[in-house]
């Protein structure tokens, strides 16, 4: 009797969660070493994460804070391929009864009353704020894609989660993602 239930199992995970890994630092473009100790020490620390500094504390980030706070101001990220390999992993998503995926699409919006001035910002309409009539706040909407599952746990994985620029907008000018339909 072996220690470690379907230790083939378990390589195979490990394999699959390395190769993951490596697709995650190649969308890393710059400050990459640091951005993905962050990342680590993000995914690692116990409890929530209330300040930076405070991760820069973590076994996970072997770096100083100078270095974390140089990664979060200059480093960058390239959300297309991102995506792409999220969409490749092998994600567990709940299923219906009949073993199909139900996906729930939705836009909200994050409302910043205080945004008048903030880059990208949109008017966002928004019901029931007053009594008598409907508003058009600032903010920014967001497409939200979550798959359900129907039974009694009402589980959900969040799938994707784009903030919509306005009308004509292409993601693909500014490298943001794609459009899918």
């Given at each position: 009797m072996s220690s470690v239930p379907d230790p083939a199992g378990r390589v195979e995970s490990l394999r699959r969660l390395a190769g993951f890994r490596e697709e995650f630092y190649s969308c890393l473009t710059r400050r990459a070493d640091a951005l993905f100790e962050l990342t680590d020490a993000v995914s690692c620390a116990d409890g929530p994460v209330d300040s930076l500094v405070g991760l820069s504390l973590t076994a996970e980030h072997r770096r100083g804070h100078g270095a974390l706070y140089d990664a979060v101001n200059h480093g960058r990220l390239e959300l297309a391929p991102l995506r792409r390999a999220v969409a490749a992993a092998a994600l567990s998503v709940p299923l219906a009864a009949d073993r199909r995926i139900v996906l729930a699409v939705d836009v909200s919006a994050w409302l910043r009353r205080e945004a008048h001035t903030s880059p990208d910002r949109l008017y966002c309409h928004v019901t029931g704020q007053?009594?008598?009539?409907?508003?058009?706040?600032?903010?920014?909407?967001?497409?939200?894609?979550?798959?359900?599952?129907?039974?009694?746990?009402?589980?959900?994985?969040?799938?994707?989660?784009?903030?919509?620029?306005?009308?004509?907008?292409?993601?693909?000018?500014r490298g943001e993602g794609e459009r899918r339909s």
């Open positions: 007053t009594r008598t009539q409907d508003q058009r706040v600032p903010g920014w909407p967001y497409s939200i894609v979550a798959a359900l599952e129907t039974g009694a746990a009402s589980w959900t994985a969040l799938l994707d989660a784009v903030r919509l620029v306005g009308p004509g907008f292409d993601h693909e000018q």
